[in-house]
């Protein structure tokens, strides 16, 4: 050491920096092989097995040197296999860039962000994670090594071809400055002449000085970001927790492993791996990377049989195109909450079969956002615009809604959006469909020799109109037409009917997933006309309305059509649904009969109503006429109760001291838990479900949905019964009793 650093007349040989050994400074200079190894074995740091990556016979007795190597392999291959090792990486990283000096970070060629440790300890990450069961990673140089991960498709070519160019810059930059003045130095120069000297020394003419700056810059930036991905995504973690053999089984033992996580047609979930990662193809090696990992993320589920079998599908559509097994690879927790996703829901497995394309909105950063219905409207009147065949138009249409439905089903079955996020973002694209569907019907009939002779506003009610829609719920829907100047009544309801009858044609061409619109709330039901004019419902509600009707509206909210339309109507409506007298006893006897005979004449025929979400005592009916009432009664009074939402009306009637504390919360917590459990039924099965279930199975995947944990699906039924009838106990005080 002292030969080589010695300073001569013709200078120095070369540092030799001896701090890498077994306990650094403190340690020993020289060890015997057998030391060295009992060292690795005992007191090892997760670091010091990442520095043996570059390990290699330089100088001295080979075979000594061979026998070291031979010695330590098991051990540095084996290293990824430690508890928290990738977090330790990762922590080391972000200690060698904390202590690099403030002042001089925005300089480093080697230590600072986007600079050479960036690209190497992204590639030794990865080598020592995937290396354990791919020799052909294993080697010492950090180029090499990055050429064999983009081959076995562990890194994206365009990536791997990004880091190759940038790590090559990189080291010529630090060479053409060190071999400036023979500078040890790591850092780029900032004097103009010195930088115009680095720009001609690569070959710069024009602005050298400024154009080696922007190179150098442009390249950091582009290693700094495919760093944060490689080396901070989820899926290393994950694949670093298997063990050497989850990734080398036999096809009996991977059988034998797939039943050991809950697999239940062990031999069917093989067939399917093999056919995802049989070949030489880059697309079964990036799967083969993958699936060990997702395995367990589906096992985690439970039906991890149908996540499978979905993912194959899925992978079958989209497996060719470029950024799908790219974006599970690289892109932050794509890969996890698509196991997830698909090992919890069948109707999400089912949607994503027909729309697979969506998956990308798990890549996306802000795919998990719920988009307002004026956005979503902008979106499907565009492209049914750009179809001149209406059916075409709302094929458009529902293809675009089906990739809606999807963010909205990935956001709640992630927990990324709340049970009340989930009902307003169902309402809003509902309203959207609605009115991209009634745009196109206006254009159809609107279209003729005669132009357009009305005017048409569709009204959200029930759900739809509170926004509180269940990814199972109809639509219901009145809707209003105004004759335009001049134009005769008959003239006018004729074509306001063949608007709306061509608006419920649309709306049902979107698709097997398509929205229904129910009408059976207008006046006279299914008896009376689809649509009638404003002076109509005006004759009707003053003479024929029953008190039930005046209810309905409560929730009466514009979805689409002419908003001047809507202030007309709500004038007309806002006397009868807010009184300013409240309801008298006679009013309020109707209702509490009205509300009896919905419990005994629409409740399922063999249903038990203990367990029935939305009729049964305790569901979500319960809640809504306690809620209406009281808006009823008060709303005129306590303008905070007109609102068309029953949690809105809940949180309105509590404030103003007509709901206890207590009470409130009780109606709030059954309202919530009675609507989740109700789309978690849809969720699970793909099919509707209004009860509780009752298969111990069935229990436990709804159970999983609501954030039950694994296993306690026999409480389900008991949890809910005990909810139910407590919020039961406050409806008949506040509903039955109250004067």
Same mark, same amino acid.
């Given at each position: 050491m002292k030969a080589c650093a010695a300073q001569t007349g013709e200078g120095t040989l070369w540092p030799v920096d001896a701090a890498l050994r077994p306990e650094g400074k403190a340690g020993p200079l020289v060890r015997t092989v057998a030391s060295h190894k009992a060292y690795y074995e005992r007191w090892a740091k997760t670091w010091e097995f990442q520095a043996l990556l570059k390990a290699w016979v330089s100088a001295g007795d080979r075979e000594v040197g061979i026998a070291y190597k031979d010695a330590l392999r098991s051990m540095i291959w084996g290293a990824a296999g430690r508890e928290h090792f990738v977090e330790d990486v990762q922590a080391m990283r972000r200690r060698v860039e904390q202590h690099v000096p403030a002042a001089e970070a925005a300089r480093q060629l080697k230590l600072g962000p986007g600079g050479l440790r960036d690209v190497e300890f992204s590639v030794q990450l990865l080598?020592?994670?995937?290396?354990?069961?791919?020799?052909?990673?294993?080697? @010492?140089?950090?180029?090499?090594?990055?050429?064999?991960?983009?081959?076995?498709?562990?890194?994206?070519?365009?990536?791997?071809?990004t880091?190759?160019?940038?790590?090559?810059?990189?080291?010529?930059?630090?060479?053409?400055?060190?071999?400036?003045?023979?500078?040890?130095?790591?850092l780029m120069p900032t004097a103009p002449d010195e930088l115009r000297v680095l720009g001609r020394a690569l070959g710069l003419t024009s602005k050298p000085a400024e154009a080696v700056v922007a190179m150098w810059q442009s390249q950091a930036r582009e290693v700094r970001r495919i760093h944060e991905r490689l080396f901070y995504r989820p899926l290393l973690a994950a694949a670093a927790r298997l063990s050497s053999d989850d990734t080398s089984l036999s096809p009996q033992q991977a059988r034998e492993r797939l039943a050991a996580l809950g697999f239940r047609d062990p031999a069917g979930a093989m067939r399917h791996l093999e056919t995802l990662t049989a070949g030489v193809s880059r697309r079964a090696a990036i799967q083969r990377t993958l699936l060990p990992v997702m395995l367990s993320w589906f096992a985690d589920e439970a039906d991890p049989d149908a996540g499978l079998l979905a993912f194959?599908?899925?992978?079958?559509?989209?497996?060719s195109i470029h950024w799908y097994l790219k974006m599970?690879?690289?892109?932050?927790?794509?890969?996890?909450? %698509?196991?997830?996703? /698909?090992?919890?829901?069948?109707? @999400?497995?089912?949607?994503?079969?027909?729309? &697979?394309?969506?998956?990308?909105? %798990?890549?996306? &950063?802000?795919?998990?956002?719920?988009?307002?219905?004026?956005?979503?409207?902008?979106?499907?009147?565009?492209?049914?615009?750009?179809?001149?065949? &209406?059916?075409?138009?709302?094929?458009?249409?529902?293809?675009?809604?089906?990739?809606? /439905?999807?963010?909205?089903?990935?956001?709640?079955?992630?927990?990324?959006?709340?049970?009340?996020?989930?009902?307003?973002? /169902?309402?809003?694209?509902?309203?959207?469909?609605?009115?991209?569907?009634?745009e196109v019907a206006t254009r159809v009939v609107g279209g003729g020799e005669d132009g357009l002779l009305v005017d048409v506003l569709v009204v959200g009610m029930g759900s739809l109109g509170g926004r509180e829609l269940g990814y199972a719920s109809d639509a219901d829907v009145m809707v209003i037409h105004q004759p335009r100047p001049g134009v005769s009544d008959e003239a006018a309801h004729r074509q306001g009917l063949a608007i709306v009858q061509e608006l419920v044609r649309l709306v049902a061409?979107?698709?097997?997933?398509?929205?229904?619109?129910?009408?059976?709330?207008?006046?006279?039901?299914?008896?009376?006309?689809?649509?009638?004019?404003?002076?109509?419902?005006?004759?009707?509600?003053?003479?024929?309305?029953?008190?039930?009707?005046?209810?309905?509206? %409560?929730?009466?909210? &514009?979805?689409?059509?002419?908003?001047? /339309?809507?202030?007309?109507f709500a004038a007309l409506i806002d006397p009868l649904r807010y009184p300013a007298a409240g309801l008298d006893a006679t009013q309020v006897r109707e209702i509490r009969t009205m509300k009896a005979r919905v419990e005994s004449e629409r409740l399922p025929r063999g249903a038990d109503p203990r367990t029935h979400l939305k009729l049964g005592r305790g569901g979500l009916t319960d809640v809504e006429w306690t809620v209406q009432l009281l808006q009823l009664r008060h709303a005129h009074e306590v303008p905070s109760l007109q609102t068309p939402g029953t949690m809105a009306g809940l949180r309105a009637a509590t404030a103003a001291g007509l709901v206890g504390e207590e009470d409130s919360a009780t109606l709030a917590a059954a309202y919530e838990n009675a609507s989740r459990l109700r789309n978690a039924n849809l969720l699970w099965r793909g099919r509707p479900g209004d009860a509780v279930p009752t298969d111990i199975r069935d229990a436990d995947g709804v159970g999983r949905i609501v954030g039950r944990a694994p296993g306690?699906?026999?409480?389900?039924?008991?949890?809910?019964?005990?909810?139910?009838?407590?919020?039961?106990?406050?409806?008949?005080?506040?509903?039955?009793?109250?004067?």
């Open positions: 080598q020592l994670v995937h290396g354990r069961h791919d020799e052909s990673l294993r080697s @010492a140089t950090t180029l090499q090594a990055l050429h064999a991960l983009a081959s076995g498709g562990y890194v994206g070519r365009e990536d791997a071809a880091l190759d160019a940038a790590y090559r810059l990189l080291r010529t930059l630090e060479h053409r400055i060190q071999l400036y003045r023979l500078r040890r130095t790591h194959r599908r899925v992978s079958d559509d989209l497996g599970l690879r690289d892109e932050g927790s794509a890969a996890e909450r %698509l196991a997830h996703v /698909l090992g919890r829901s069948r109707y @999400a497995a089912d949607l994503l079969i027909r729309a &697979p394309e969506s998956v990308s909105i %798990l890549g996306d &950063p802000d795919g998990l956002r719920p988009r307002s219905q004026e956005s979503l409207a902008i979106t499907l009147r565009s492209a049914a615009a750009r179809k001149d065949n &209406p059916d075409k138009a709302m094929a458009a249409v529902g293809a675009l809604r089906r990739h809606e /439905l999807l963010r909205i089903v990935f956001g709640d079955l992630t927990g990324q959006f709340a049970a009340d996020q989930v009902g307003a973002a /169902l309402a809003d694209l509902a309203g959207a469909t609605v009115e991209a569907a009634l061409a979107t698709g097997s997933d398509a929205l229904v619109l129910d009408t059976d709330l207008r006046p006279e039901g299914k008896n009376g006309p689809l649509t009638r004019s404003l002076a109509s419902y005006a004759v009707y509600y003053d003479r024929w309305a029953l008190t039930w009707e005046f209810q309905a509206l %409560l929730r009466a909210r &514009p979805i689409a059509g002419d908003r001047g /339309l809507w202030e007309a306690t699906g026999a409480g389900l039924m008991e949890d809910y019964l005990r909810a139910s009838r407590r919020a039961r106990a406050v409806t008949e005080s506040l509903f039955y009793e109250s004067q």
